[in-house]
């Protein structure tokens, strides 16, 4: 418990008095039917508080911000590692491992003369960006090792270390793998190593900085470009290469509440939203891995706000926006098509309203397509195409509009279709579209056994209080839109749809990190019962601000198992037996 107490409930328990005390003001007005929809300084208090007590929580314990920086290709090359023997004897190497598929062969000699083998080791995909303890068939007392390797393989570190785990001073003849010894650690954890898709995302993003072809190419280029520039900001290190995703998600929440505050006005119910979203699992979790969901519902997000305001303002700045964020979402990730869809029914139902109210004419229709064929088509299109410029560094194509650019980015069109269409795999933490609307199976994405008994893990699920109320919201919302004809509760039901029919009808391996963008809108339809409630319950402010503790209560319980702190057993795993905690 000490660790909770050190790095989050300070900050936490501050974060639920400071937005407590500042609604407190506001209940009563809250509490009378309708609210401003205009930005005002209360809003502007409740958004920031909310903002940067998550931050702060986001990014504490994000990970280690010292990592070796200098790496060599040791393809064909062999090293040479001299250890000061006065240090002790070496038992084991930890080695720092860069990008590259390939192996090591470890060897050593006393005199010059006579070689004799140590170890090797292998470098698969998933060993990239880690540390290794290799252990040594002998014991180093004397004389010089030698590493090679085989393969494109980059190596960052070798640092010799003895039996009881002190640390041999050593030199090599290739100095970027001995200059950064102290950096070593005792063991791999996730603060110091990447852990599941990182293997991929921020090794790509390291590629893209450095000119390397990249390895994934199974998704869009701009989210990896995204995550280099933490990496850039940061250094190659773990919370480098998590910095982005953690700040998009923070970034989230202020996007959030003023996205609430348009369909619902008042103070109470966009901050009720978004203190959902930041209590979430799911935000806090999926937000700071360095993969690419992040970006794709950061930019859905984006989205479904422009379009909101154009629609119900008809402010062509707001459709243009639409039209960007969408061109860079799908540049991050296909995933973003599917909200794509989703807004192309929603401006196909503004037109119908339009003709038949007469606020629109043929003129006007022709008018606003051809700008939508300029915003969501070419604009998106020149944006997708530019993103591929670090693939074209790395194969010398930088002739944005020659053929062979061209060719490249059509090429790997093809590639990304073929792969995920005909994707055969399993996988032990795999769900269905299903089990995503009950919270049934969770994604694990790291577990550690600690030799002290206890073990470290957490994985990616939605917090139970707003997958299970955001479900039934949606019902809520499905009768005030067929019976009311409610505009909030039609426009949030249709982006949750657009998010989740898709992958009904997918066949292929799918994860619970899928029903990210989801959330989004669970958050906004559990806002519009709150609205709801407002105007028709009494005393509904209270319900309301339980609702948003009893989340933020849940999320405290949960934290270990979202954050990687240790604990004794796996407790929570009695809520379902499908949890893997």
């Given at each position: 418990m000490y660790e909770i107490a050190k790095y989050f409930l300070p900050s936490a328990c501050f974060l639920l008095i400071a937005v407590f005390f500042m609604l407190l003001p506001d209940l009563r007005v809250c509490a009378l039917a309708g609210g401003s929809r205009r930005f005002q300084r209360a809003d502007a208090l409740l958004m920031s508080a909310i903002t940067l007590l998550y931050a702060v929580v986001a990014f504490t314990g994000l990970g280690n911000t010292e990592s070796p920086q200098s790496f060599v290709n040791l393809e064909g090359q062999t090293a040479s590692i001299k250890p000061d023997l006065s240090d002790g004897a070496v038992s084991k190497l930890?080695?720092?491992?860069?990008?590259?598929?390939?192996?090591?062969?470890?060897?050593?000699?006393?005199?010059?003369?006579?070689?004799?083998?140590?170890?090797?080791?292998?470098?698969?995909?998933?060993?990239?960006?880690?540390?290794?303890?290799?252990?040594?068939?002998?014991?180093?007392?004397?004389?010089?090792?030698?590493?090679?390797?085989?393969?494109?393989?980059?190596?960052?570190?070798?640092?010799?270390?003895?039996?009881?785990?002190?640390?041999?001073?050593?030199?090599?003849?290739?100095?970027?793998?001995?200059?950064?010894?102290?950096?070593?650690?005792?063991?791999?954890?996730?603060?110091?190593?990447?852990?599941?898709?990182?293997?991929?995302?921020?090794?790509?993003?390291?590629?893209?900085?450095?000119?390397?072809?990249?390895?994934?190419?199974t998704h869009p280029p701009l989210g990896k470009i995204i995550i280099g520039l933490g990496i850039r900001l940061f250094g190659m290190t773990p919370f480098g290469w998590r910095f982005s995703g953690t700040l998009f998600g923070v970034l989230m929440l202020p996007i959030l509440y003023y996205f609430a505050k348009k369909l619902f006005g008042g103070h109470l119910v966009p901050a009720s939203c978004t203190v959902l979203m930041a209590t979430d699992f799911m935000h806090f979790v999926q937000t700071r891995i360095a993969t690419i969901d992040t970006y794709a519902v950061f930019f859905i997000l984006l989205m479904y706000l422009f379009m909101y305001l154009f629609i119900t303002e008809e402010r062509l700045w707001a459709l243009a926006l639409c039209g960007i964020s969408f061109g860079l979402g799908a540049a991050s990730k296909w995933t973003c098509f599917y909200a794509g869809a989703g807004l192309a029914v929603i401006w196909l139902l503004w037109v119908i309203h339009g003709f038949r109210t007469g606020t629109l004419d043929l003129k006007g229709f022709v008018k606003n397509a051809l700008f939508c064929v300029v915003f969501f088509v070419l604009v998106p299109c020149v944006i997708y195409y530019l993103s591929y410029y670090p693939y074209g560094v790395a194969e010398g194509k930088t002739k944005l509009f020659s053929r062979d650019y061209l060719n490249m980015v059509l090429s790997n069109q093809q590639y990304m279709f073929n792969y995920h269409s005909q994707l055969s795999a399993t996988h032990p933490y795999s769900s269905t579209w299903y089990q995503w609307l009950l919270d049934i199976r969770p994604i694990l994405y790291y577990l550690d056994y600690l030799p002290d008994g206890r073990h470290v893990s957490f994985g990616a699920f939605v917090n139970p209080v707003l997958c299970w109320g955001g479900l039934f919201a949606l019902f809520v919302l499905g009768f005030l839109a067929v019976a009311r004809r409610d505009l909030p509760s039609a426009y949030i039901l249709l982006g949750y749809l657009a998010q989740l029919l898709p992958w009904v009808l997918v066949q292929r391996l799918i994860f619970a990190y899928h029903y990210f963008p989801c959330t989004v809108f669970l958050a906004l339809a559990l806002g519009r019962c709150f609205d709801v409630m407002l105007r028709n319950v009494r005393r509904g402010w209270a319900y309301i601000v339980g609702f948003a503790v009893l989340s933020f209560s849940v999320f405290v319980l949960f934290y270990p198992n979202l954050a990687g702190l240790p604990v004794a057993s796996g407790i929570l795993r009695s809520w379902l037996p499908t949890w893997p905690f």
């Open positions: 930890m080695l720092f491992t860069g990008v590259g598929i390939g192996s090591y062969s470890i060897d050593y000699t006393t005199d010059g003369s006579d070689s004799y083998h140590l170890a090797d080791f292998e470098q698969s995909h998933a060993e990239v960006l880690k540390w290794h303890p290799v252990s040594l068939d002998y014991e180093i007392t004397g004389g010089t090792i030698f590493i090679r390797g085989s393969g494109g393989v980059w190596l960052g570190e070798v640092v010799p270390v003895t039996e009881d785990g002190r640390i041999v001073r050593a030199s090599s003849d290739r100095p970027e793998l001995t200059d950064e010894q102290s950096l070593c650690p005792d063991r791999q954890t996730f603060m110091n190593s990447s852990y599941f898709d990182e293997i991929y995302h921020a090794r790509t993003a390291w590629e893209h900085l450095n000119g390397v072809y990249p390895y994934e190419i």
